[in-house]
T-cell receptor, first 108, second 117 residues
Framework: AQRVTQPEKLLSVFKGAPVELKCNYSYSGSPELFWYVQYSRQRLQLLLR??SRESIKGFTADLNKGETSFHLKKPFAQEEDSAMYYC??????????FGKGTHLIIQP | GAVVSQHPSWVICKSGTSVKIECRSL??????MFWYRQFPKQSLMLMAT?????????EQGVEKDKFLINHASLTLSTLTVTSAHPEDSSFYICSARDRGKSTDTQYFGPGTRLTVL
């Protein structure tokens, strides 16, 4: 069965500090991995996907197949990064399997 | 672009009644829409996949007779919660995949909060 694990329910860091939100997955095959973000009182929106290999809002995520991880990183946190972050995977045409989410709080 | 709307945004109903939730893709055509459910302080759980013109595919443990899904057009999918009970109270979120794009990005609606009294 496919599974996404986000071990941290809450992560609090100071503004300007590096951020790393952890995500590990279990999937038999080649999944597509995503990070979605939900700002306060807003809908879920795509932050980035592993096949794009791009940086969005300073965030990057590298798929490590050996460690089955897709950690989200940003070198210098900003206050506007405070939000709920969900790691998710799909096998292709299927719906998404989400992790439980990490609430990121950036302290001034 | 790629906006998905849901209606209503919230609904309160009595136990035993049925509630219909609409999901629309406003500026693109969606051959596939997905319905998720989110309990308080928990993650989104996929309920079913809705394909235009065909029957929905339900995830294990989701009662298809309880949660009726209709995807009658390329821009509209509806979820009807039949004979609702208090345990059906939840946040229901739909997403849609853009037919015109080769990627598998799903665009999410704002969600519908259902409270069953």
């Amino acid at each position: 069965a496919q599974r996404v694990t986000q071990p941290e329910k809450l992560l609090s860091v100071f503004k300007g500090a590096p951020v790393e939100l952890k995500c590990n997955y279990s999937y038999s095959g080649s999944p597509e991995l995503f990070w979605y973000v939900q700002y306060s009182r807003q809908r879920l929106q795509l932050l980035l996907r592993h096949i794009s290999r791009e940086s969005i809002k300073g965030f990057t995520a590298d798929l490590n197949k050996g460690e089955t991880s897709f950690h989200l990183k940003k070198p210098f946190a900003q206050e506007e990064d405070s939000a709920m972050y969900y790691c998710a995977l799909t096998g292709g045409a299927d719906g998404l399997t989400f992790g439980k989410g990490t609430h990121l709080i950036i302290q001034p | 672009g790629a906006v998905v709307s849901q209606h209503p945004s919230w609904v309160i109903c009595k136990s035993g009644t049925s509630v219909k939730i609409e999901c629309r893709s406003l500026d693109f055509q969606a051959t596939t829409m997905f319905w998720y459910r989110q309990f308080p302080k928990q993650s989104l759980m996929l309920m079913a996949t809705s394909n235009e013109g065909s029957k929905a595919t339900y995830e294990q443990g989701v009662e298809k007779d309880k949660f009726l899904i209709n995807h009658a057009s390329l821009t509209l999918s509806t979820l009807t919660v039949t004979s609702a009970h208090p345990e059906d109270s939840s946040f229901y979120i739909c997403s849609a995949r853009d037919r015109g794009k080769s990627t598998d990005t799903q665009y999410f609606g704002p969600g519908t909060r259902l409270t069953v009294l």
